[in-house]
Each structure stands twice: as structure tokens, then as C-alpha cells.
């Protein structure tokens, strides 16, 4: 489905409509562009919606910051917020009517080159929020980041009796409002760090829209213009990608009996269709579904008959744009898990942890998500929950702790790599296209690390509890050595006041 979209460039078109609805007033572009970003990124690859959005980013931020042809240099800009951009070389003398030739006094280059400082954060602030929001959005959805896959999939095959309790509902429920969260407070930090404290000035309050404002209004009118029309495969994937979230949604919601559970029950009442049936079924129909209306249009090589319009999607594509090599990591995590579980490393690992039964879980969790959040920023975000997530898992079994409790801090932690260019694809995307130093991003991250932390903790430890169930070590996670975990106070991982 995410190939489909990206495919036929449905979200493209999502995210200019976005943006010509939050206009280019500087903290509500940032917000703008944080919003399209991280909403693509729950349904299609970080990498994909950061490749698309960062371009987008640049093009406006030339057409606020270009010269405007004609223009007498000392008049300055009509906009309030973005100013003309000038070299410290440029234009150190100024031509009077007369014809004579005066240097420009010192004291207006000041205000200048503070100018032009400004405009250099704001292009930094603005790079950073599209590949920040592009690692926080991921985490909302269950396929949308590999991380989160991954901890399906290590539950399943660490825990095979769980009754299917990661699935597509319960993680949006517990995972979407800290994204919310964490989007807001990144903005928020953001804004502070690269605009300043001048929320006035960021919103745009009591000033008039400039030139440039409406110079860069209309790049992104004349791209949003340049895609025409929707397609008739455009429309057909929002139906099929609206068809897949309302049947995940409502296949074992959990608090009412979903069509899974009616129409595809086992003898006890569980639906036997997963999240992945859904999606194998929608993705069948995309290579079945034509990309134009089917019409009487004839073959042009075979007059006489009618030649039938190709399907939205066609296997060479999918061969193309699908990252294999994830699909492949994912596989050899899902194997390492059940080889460390078989070989008892994992639980010679998870013994080893069990002086941490007398640390409060708050304290269990907050250390890991920590550890996690620092590892994750030299390695694979994949690689790295693959290497936790069995580990952890015993040592919940040893402790008697609910292994939720730390596979998913463990899990959300992995997302948080803001601090260096090669934590994350979207992080060296954005490098790429300059203006940034590893020193900006590491001062941007560090902080935003430490705020997802908190975030992450505070899910974990509120409305995590109705949703997984976490109140005491559940029966399916019992093993041969974890026969003395039953239903006690010491056993009960309810966070302390």
C-alpha cells in the first residue's frame, strides 16, 4: 500500500493541500511541515516521506529568502519575518542620484547580518522538523516504522499463547497520543531553539503578509497545481487504503466483537485472521484493481481488440521500491530471537538481570529507555530492538514483571535517533542537503532525546496499564522459571506514587 501511494504520488498531493491550509507564517510552516511528515511517515517509510518533504521545504524556503528583481537594495523587505539574504560582500556601497559613490555606513550591516542569521536557523529549524517528524510519526502506527514489527513479531514468537495482544487497535491506542505528544513538545523546542522566544513574531501576529510570503504561497500552489486533477488510481487507493484501516480497526477492536471474531472465530471466540491476512488481501486487490477506468480503447498493435488499462500496481515496481534488505533484517531477528530463546541465552541473560527485581519498574523503565535511546543512535534502530527485545523479555520472566512493561519503552526508544546524521535515514537525508552541522543536530537531539524519554515513561506508566493490561505478570508469559510469579504486591507493576 505504501508503494501504491508513493507510487502514483497520492502523498504529494496530501501534503501541499496541508500546507496551502497552514499557509508559510514561520512557526505554522514548521508546524505544517511536522504534521504532513509525521502522518505520512505512519503509513509509508520515514525514509520515502523525508526524500519528498525536504525538497519541498527548500523550494520555499528560496522563494522567501530570494531577491526580488528591480528592487532598490536599501529598501529592505516587505515581510516583517523573513528578510532579504546578502554575503557579507555584497553590496558595501551604495550609488546616490548624483552619481557619486559612498561606502554604506557600518551601523545598518548590523541588523543585516543578524538577518541573515535568522534566516540561517530557520532553514536549519526547518530541515530538522521534517526528520524529526518523520522518526516521531512512525511510531503511532504499527507498521509504521520496522521497530514496531518487530516487537509483533518477537511477542509472537517468544510468547506464542499470547492472545494477540500487540496488534494494529491496541498499539494505535497506546502509541498515537505519545506521538501527539512528542510531536508537540518537539515543535515547541524547536521553535524556541531556532526562532526564539518571540511568539508573536513566529506566529506572524499583527503583521502584514509580505512579498515572499506570497512568493513561496505560490510555489506550493503552482507544485499542487502541477499535479492536476485526481487520477482515477489516485482515488482508487484512498478507498483501498481507507477499506485497510477501518478493517484493522475493526477486525478484534477488543471492546466489541470485530468481523474477525464473528466471521473467522476459533473455539474460543478469537478471530484467527491477523493484521497481516488484511494487508495481504489489500495488496492482492492493488494488482488487480486498473489504474485508469477500463473503456473500449483498442490495442493500437492488434486492431480489433480492446486492450485493458494496467493495474495500480505491477510487479516490477514493487521489486524496485520494496526494501528487501528490511524484510531480510526483520526474518534474521525473528530467528535470532528463537535461537537465543532455544540455545538459554536469553534466559541465562535475563537471570543475570534479576538483581533489578528490587529497582521500581518506573526505575526499570526509565533506565532502559535511556540505554536504548543512547545505543540507537550509532546503530540500526531495527538492529537494536532485535537485540534488546529477547533479552528483556527474560528478564521480565525472571523479575515477574508484565514483559510489555519494557519491550515496548525499549521498542518507542529505538525511534528516538535526533542526535546524529547517521542515527536514521531521514537524519542524513536532510544533511545531505546542507546548511547543517553535526553540532546543530546534536544540540537539537540531545535535548529531544531526553524529552522522548520522559514522554515514553510517562506513556508507559498511565494509559499504557488499561490498554496492555499490564497490572500484574499475565499467564501466558509463564515459563518453567517463573513458577513463583503469581498475582501478589511484588508482582504488580503499577507505578509507585
Given amino acids: 500500500m505504501a508503494i501504491a501511494v508513493e507510487h502514483w504520488n497520492l502523498h504529494k498531493r496530501i501534503a501541499l493541500q496541508v500546507l496551502l491550509i497552514v499557509g508559510v507564517r514561520p512557526a505554522l510552516l514548521m508546524l505544517g511541515f511536522m504534521l504532513v511528515t509525521a502522518f505520512l511517515s505512519m503509513w509509508i517509510s520515514n525514509t520515502a516521506s523525508s526524500a519528498m518533504m525536504v525538497p519541498i521545504a527548500h523550494a520555499v524556503l528560496e522563494e522567501l529568502y530570494s531577491v526580488p528583481r528591480g528592487k532598490d537594495i536599501e529598501e529592505g523587505s516587505e515581510n516583517p519575518t523573513f528578510e532579504l539574504q546578502e554575503s557579507g560582500s555584497q553590496k558595501e556601497e551604495t550609488t546616490l542620484d548624483n552619481g557619486q559613490v559612498h561606502p554604506v555606513p557600518p551601523a545598518p550591516s548590523e541588523p543585516r547580518a543578524k538577518q541573515n542569521q535568522e534566516q540561517v536557523r530557520f532553514t536549519q529549524g526547518l530541515s530538522l522538523c521534517v526528520c524529526y517528524a518523520a522518526s516521531i510519526g512512525g511510531i503511532a502506527t504499527l507498521t509504521g516504522t520496522a521497530p514496531n514489527l518487530v516487537l509483533q513479531g518477537q511477542m509472537n514468537t517468544l510468547f506464542p499463547k499470547n492472545p494477540n495482544v500487540v496488534n494494529f487497535v491496541s498499539w494505535f491506542s497506546f502509541a498515537f497520543p505519545t506521538m501527539v505528544i512528542l510531536l ?36 506550493i500552489q503552482l507544485e499542487h497545481r502541477l499535479l492536476g486533477p485526481m487520477t482515477f488510481a489516485e482515488k482508487a487507493i484512498t478507498v483501498l487504503f481507507l477499506t485497510l484501516v477501518i478493517l484493522w480497526f475493526t477486525r478484534e477492536p477488543g471492546f466489541f466483537l470485530g468481523w474477525g471474531n464473528l466471521a473467522f472465530s476459533n473455539e474460543h471466540g478469537e478471530s484467527m485472521v491477523s493484521d497481516g491476512t488484511v ?48 524484510v531480510f533484517l526483520l526474518g534474521g531477528g525473528y530467528a535470532l530471537a528463537k535461537g537465543s530463546e532455544q540455545s538459554g541465552l536469553s534466559q541465562w541473560l535475563g537471570n543475570k538481570l534479576t538483581p533489578l527485581q528490587n529497582v521500581p519498574p518506573p526505575a526499570i523503565a526509565f533506565i532502559l529507555c535511556l540505554l536504548v535511546a543512547t545505543f540507537t543512535e550509532c546503530t540500526s534502530n531495527v538492529a537494536t530492538n532485535t537485540l534488546f527485545l529477547p533479552i528483556l523479555a527474560s528478564m521480565a520472566q525472571a523479575i515477574c514483571v508484565h514483559p510489555l512493561y519494557v519491550m515496548i519503552p525499549c521498542t518507542l526508544a529505538t ?30 537531539g540531545f535535548l529531544l532525546n531526553i524529552i522522548g524519554v520522559l514522554v515514553i515513561t510517562l506513556a508507559i506508566n498511565s494509559w499504557s496499564f488499561p490498554i496492555f493490561n499490564l497490572y500484574t505478570f499475565p499467564s501466558w508469559a509463564h515459563s518453567n522459571t517463573t513458577a513463583s510469579c503469581r498475582v501478589s504486591p511484588e508482582n504488580i507493576t503499577t507505578p509507585t506514587p
Fill in 184 to 219: 508537540v513538545l518537539a515543535w515547541l523546542w524547536l521553535q524556541i531553539l531556532f526562532l526564539g522566544f518571540n511568539f508573536r513574531k513566529n506566529f506572524g501576529i499583527g503583521s502584514q503578509e509580505g512579498e515572499k510570503e506570497r512568493a513561496a504561497y505560490r510555489v
Fill in 279 to 326: 494487508a495481504i488481501f489489500i495488496g492482492i486487490v492493488l494488482f488487480i484493481v486498473p489504474s485508469k477506468i477500463p473503456g473500449l480503447t483498442q490495442d493500437p498493435r492488434e486492431p480489433g481488440r480492446l486492450k485493458a488499462p494496467p493495474a495500480i500496481l505491477d510487479w516490477k515496481t514493487v521489486h524496485e521500491k520494496l526494501p528487501w534488505n528490511v
Fill in 415 to 444: 525511534s528516538l535517533a535526533f542526535m546524529l546524521p547517521v542515527a536514521t535515514p531521514p537524519n542524513a537525508i536532510v544533511f545531505s542537503f546542507g546548511g547543517l552541522k553535526v553540532t546543530d543536530m546534536a544540540r537539537a
